[in-house]
């Protein structure tokens, strides 16, 4: 067998794609490039040895096929569809020079055949054609808040896909607060759709082409995809199994990764992970700032157990949520209580990640679970722009690239409250070691902060709390000071919402295969959340101070995705 080297994805732009201005293309493309790349930096195949040529679909070009077993051409075509044109993927005809050809064979036993269309020269060096179709189509229009959706259009015959279309709306690519980084994270998002996470997808891979054991982790076709004692539906397979076991540092033998159950399609299926556990995870359905997003391994786990990737894991980044947190993590029945990751309703605290401050909210994919979601108004420590915003309370804020979230209480001794909310502010931190870091408030010096203890700080009333094992132990975990959000390399704007349902759409921040995802505006960008100490949240509840503003999320949805079909228009 050939050995796997990284995927060759090629783009093309279909010939209906309407003209877009320099700027528009350039937007699009460098995205698209980096997208691209990170993926094929992921993924391995077996290679496609010669130029990719896709398969024209029978039931498009004949009009009936000879059935009789003892002829010559038996389950050959006998004779053509007058109105035969073209093939298409989701709206994009697909060129002749990409599509094998086609014949017809006007007698039973002549294997003379009379071309149709001849076969084309294909694609050289390329494993994956992903069309890439920039319009207003009439799903963008009707449901504004999809930026973009996608579906996979043919396989080979191990079930591997071989080619997809991406639709890009058109008046989205030209709204600037969608930044760079926004359509990256989409891009791979629905590249992942269409190369193999989606449930059309996953319920039909199946063996263990690339495990170090021949024969030693291999599953069939049914075995994917199940449901739990509880009715939560979950993707089985071994490696995706050994992922959970290791996240959530459990032993138990059968632990799958739990599927949305809120953007199911008529099959029950979802192509997404499920918020309450994967918060965070480059396929959850609602997808936030890039930043605060992650390849996890699970997700790499889910396309290595296709059978049809080899993949890189030393690339992976880390999953913060829920992390040590046993195989019982997120289940309705613990959600709903205080915790380092769930919160109780009105509380005002951090982002589990800590780069920004909190409120306890919930949304329609955490099933009335609340988790602290980002604060829209100044809630960035590590924007120095948000120290002009912040509240006079004497807390002894600091905001700037290396300040973080913390819990605390704490005010000056001559203020004149004499009482504090415990809530989330803005302080420095450094690293000394790993989980382990020194804080420093306004004017004073820098502190030891024991992580899952407090500290009490001279001139100040109160105590700040220290997270633990969340601040100083993720090396890949940095908020976009070095390139934020609105000084990307396209110098785009802000902000990020997605939602919707189709083959696979993205809504605003993420461009799903098979998937769609769409803007909306109720909540925070910021979707994945922490909470604090199950003490502290309580005390929290009743600040009010910090009114959360109406702020962009992304809902990606999966679509309901056609199987594979041999096609040829």
């Known amino acids: 067998m050939a050995v796997p080297q990284p995927i060759r994805i090629k783009i093309w732009i279909p010939s209906e794609s309407p003209a877009l201005s320099n700027w528009?293309?350039?937007?699009?493309?460098?995205?698209?490039?980096?997208?691209?790349?990170?993926?094929?930096?992921?993924?391995?195949?077996?290679?496609?040895?010669?130029?990719?040529?896709?398969?024209?679909?029978?039931?498009?070009?004949?009009?009936?096929?000879?059935?009789?077993?003892?002829?010559?051409?038996?389950?050959?075509?006998?004779?053509?569809?007058?109105?035969?044109?073209?093939?298409?993927?989701?709206?994009v005809n697909i060129p002749d020079e990409h599509l094998n050809g086609c014949a017809v064979y006007p007698h039973p036993e002549d294997p003379v055949p009379t071309v149709l269309r001849p076969e084309g020269t294909g694609v050289s060096d390329t494993d994956f054609l992903l069309y890439v179709f920039t319009h207003s189509t009439e799903k963008c229009r009707a449901e504004s808040s999809v930026l973009a959706y996608a579906a996979h259009c043919q396989a080979d015959s191990e079930g591997r896909p071989l080619a997809g279309t991406m639709v890009i709306c058109r008046d989205s690519l030209r709204m600037e607060r969608y930044t760079h980084d926004h359509y990256v994270q989409t891009v791979i998002h629905e590249l992942f759709h269409v190369l193999g996470f989606s449930k059309d997808l996953l319920s039909r891979s199946k063996d263990c082409s690339f495990s170090s054991q021949a024969g030693a982790d291999c599953w069939s076709h049914g075995q994917a995809i199940s449901t739990d004692e509880t009715g939560q539906v979950r993707l089985y397979s071994p490696t995706v199994i050994r992922a959970m076991q290791k996240h959530l540092n459990s032993t138990h033998t059968d632990l799958g990764a739990p599927l949305e159950n809120k953007d199911v399609g008529s099959d029950g299926l979802s192509s997404h992970w499920e918020a309450r556990v994967l918060q965070g995870s480059i396929m959850a359905a609602l997808l936030v700032e890039p930043y605060l997003i992650r390849i996890d391994p699970i997700t790499l786990a889910a396309l290595q157990d296709t059978g049809w990737y080899s993949v890189n894991f030393s690339r992976a980044q880390s999953l913060?949520?829920?992390?040590?947190?046993?195989?019982?993590?997120?289940?309705?029945?613990?959600?709903?209580?205080?915790?380092?990751f769930f919160c109780i309703d009105g509380a005002l605290g951090c982002h589990y990640l800590h780069f920004h401050k909190g409120e306890c909210l919930t949304d329609p994919y955490l099933d009335g679970c609340r988790i602290f979601k980002p604060l829209a108004s100044a809630s960035e420590c590590w924007n120095k722009k948000n120290e002009e915003s912040g509240t006079n309370d004497g807390s002894g804020e600091i905001y700037g690239s290396d300040s973080r979230c913390f819990i605390s209480n704490l005010t000056r001794q001559n203020n004149s409250l004499s009482r504090v909310s415990v809530a989330g502010h803005c302080y420095r931190h450094r690293c000394t070691g790993k989980n382990k870091y020194q804080i420093q408030v306004k004017n004073s010096d820098w502190l030891d902060c024991p992580a899952g203890k407090s500290v009490e700080v001279s001139g100040y009333q109160g105590l700040i709390f220290c997270p633990d094992n969340r601040l100083c132990k993720y090396s890949d975990l940095e908020p976009p000071t070095s390139r934020q959000k609105a000084d990307n390399i396209l110098n785009v704007g802000t902000s990020i919402e997605s939602d919707h349902e189709e083959k696979d759409a993205t809504r605003s921040p993420n461009l799903m295969p098979l998937s769609l995802v769409t803007v909306s505006k109720p909540e925070i960008l910021v979707s994945a959340v922490l909470s604090i100490m199950g003490?502290?949240?309580?005390?929290?509840?009743?600040?009010?101070?910090?009114?959360?503003?109406?702020?962009?999320?992304?809902?990606?949805?999966?679509?309901?995705?056609?199987?594979?079909?041999?096609?040829?228009i």
Not at 320 to 340: A, M, Y
Request: aromatic share 8%.
């Open 320 to 340: 913060v949520w829920g992390e040590g947190k046993g195989s019982q993590f997120g289940s309705l029945s613990t959600c709903h209580n205080s915790s380092t």
């Open 535 to 568: 003490a502290f949240s309580l005390l929290s509840a009743a600040v009010f101070i910090y009114r959360k503003c109406s702020s962009a999320r992304l809902r990606v949805h999966a679509a309901n995705e056609s199987p594979y079909i041999n096609q040829c």
């Open 24 to 91: 528009e293309r350039e937007r699009l493309m460098t995205a698209v490039d980096e997208a691209v790349s990170k993926v094929s930096s992921l993924l391995s195949v077996r290679r496609v040895p010669d130029s990719l040529l896709l398969n024209r679909d029978i039931n498009k070009y004949c009009k009936f096929i000879w059935r009789n077993s003892s002829t010559v051409n038996h389950m050959k075509c006998g004779r053509a569809k007058e109105n035969y044109r073209f093939e298409s993927c989701l709206g």
